[in-house]
């Protein structure tokens, strides 16, 4: 039990444009869902705290016009990079956390290549 | 022999020998500690966590150290396999600004030798 997925798992777009990121708990409900990201060779930042049915909460220094984020359901939270440039070129990992507890679950991470 | 690479370091050992990874957390308020295996292009996969109430836990060939005194988390992988060359990352959690956050560690990345 306790599956996260993300789609897609590769995606390369050009600079300027959008691109959205999905993130699913498959078979558990998730109030609360993290969007990570992971530059190479460096460890996992946390960019934003989404709640289902409300506002998501950015870290420090992340851009919220530039990564719009929307959890729209229990299972279902999007991240999108608007505008994108090549130094948003990265790894995003999605987290989900179930209903009632501290623990999350880590999604298998997409990455963005932005030309 | 262990060695700090441009940001990561990295923990060389021969397979069969015994591992140690070491990690200083920053927050004593964190009261749930994590340790992840990342393999290049994966998500962090859950290995082993331990509760601050606790100053020791072990599962299956792994070990997990806390010392809260001098907020020092470390992970001991027994018998080490070469499907255990990956980055480990520690995490600790606790809230902040009213949710339960996690906080990665840098990392360190294990290589065994054949």
């Known amino acids: 039990g306790a599956v996260v997925s993300q789609h897609p798992s590769r995606v390369i777009c050009k600079s300027g444009t959008s691109v959205k990121i999905e993130c699913r708990s498959l078979d558990f409900q998730a109030t609360t869902m993290f969007w990570y990201r992971q530059f190479p060779k460096q460890s996992l930042m946390l960019m934003a705290t989404s709640n289902e049915g409300s506002k998501a909460t950015y870290e420090q220094g992340v851009e919220k016009d530039k990564f719009l984020i929307n959890h729209a359901s229990l299972t279902l939270s999007t991240l999108t990079v608007t505008s994108a440039h090549p130094e948003d070129s990265s790894f995003y990992i999605c987290?989900?956390?179930?209903?009632?507890?501290?623990?999350?679950?880590f999604g298998p991470g997409t990455r963005l290549t932005v030309t | 022999g262990e060695s700090v690479g441009l940001h990561l370091p990295t923990l060389s050992v021969q397979e069969g020998d015994n591992s140690i990874i070491n990690c200083a957390y920053s927050?004593?308020?964190?009261?749930?500690f994590i340790w992840y295996k990342q393999e290049s292009g994966k998500g962090p996969q859950f290995i082993i966590d331990i509760r601050s109430n606790m100053d020791k836990r072990q599962g299956q060939r792994v070990t997990v150290l806390l010392n809260k005194t001098v907020k020092h988390l470390s992970l001991q992988i027994a018998a080490t396999q070469p499907g255990d060359s990956a980055v480990y990352f520690c995490?600790?959690?606790?809230?902040?600004?009213?949710?339960?956050?996690?906080?990665f560690g840098t990392g360190t990345r294990l290589k065994v030798l054949a």
């Open positions: 995490a600790e959690a606790g809230l902040g600004s009213g949710t339960y956050k996690y906080i």
């Open positions: 987290s989900a956390r179930e209903v009632g507890s501290y623990e999350q679950y």
């Open positions: 927050n004593s308020a964190s009261d749930y």
